[in-house]
């Protein structure tokens, strides 16, 4: 991506577990955010392969929080029982 500062919310809906480089790709959103930008995310927690052979990640929520740490807000919520989440949902805000 090559936008810089020009988005005031990007929605990311089930994308990032079907990136291989996600930590590019959550740089990549930051960057294009305007400050105080906000980032909405869902991944999948506990959920079944699909769309593979590029279904690559699932991710907790103490990764997100390491991987969103540049946001100076982060609110993660889940559904489903705390050890067995079906899907995390995000709001960062730059």
């Given at each position: 991506?090559?936008?810089?500062?020009?988005?005031?919310?990007?929605?990311?809906?089930?994308?990032?577990?079907?990136?291989?480089d996600?930590?590019?790709?959550?740089?990549?959103?930051?960057?294009?955010?305007?400050?105080?930008g906000?980032?909405?995310?869902?991944?999948?927690?506990?959920?079944?392969?699909?769309?593979?052979?590029?279904?690559?990640?699932?991710?907790?929520?103490?990764?997100?929080?390491?991987?969103?740490q540049?946001?100076?807000?982060?609110?993660?919520?889940?559904?489903?029982?705390?050890?067995?989440?079906?899907?995390?949902?995000?709001?960062?805000?730059?």
């Open positions: 991506m090559n936008f810089k500062k020009e988005f005031d919310i990007i929605l990311c809906n089930n994308v990032l577990e079907h990136i291989f996600f930590k590019k790709a959550i740089e990549n959103i930051y960057g294009a955010l305007k400050s105080n906000i980032l909405i995310l869902l991944v999948p927690g506990l959920y079944p392969l699909h769309d593979e052979p590029n279904d690559y990640w699932r991710f907790t929520e103490h990764s997100l929080r390491n991987l969103l540049k946001f100076v807000k982060i609110k993660i919520e889940h559904k489903g029982i705390r050890r067995y989440p079906f899907v995390y949902y995000v709001e960062a805000t730059k």
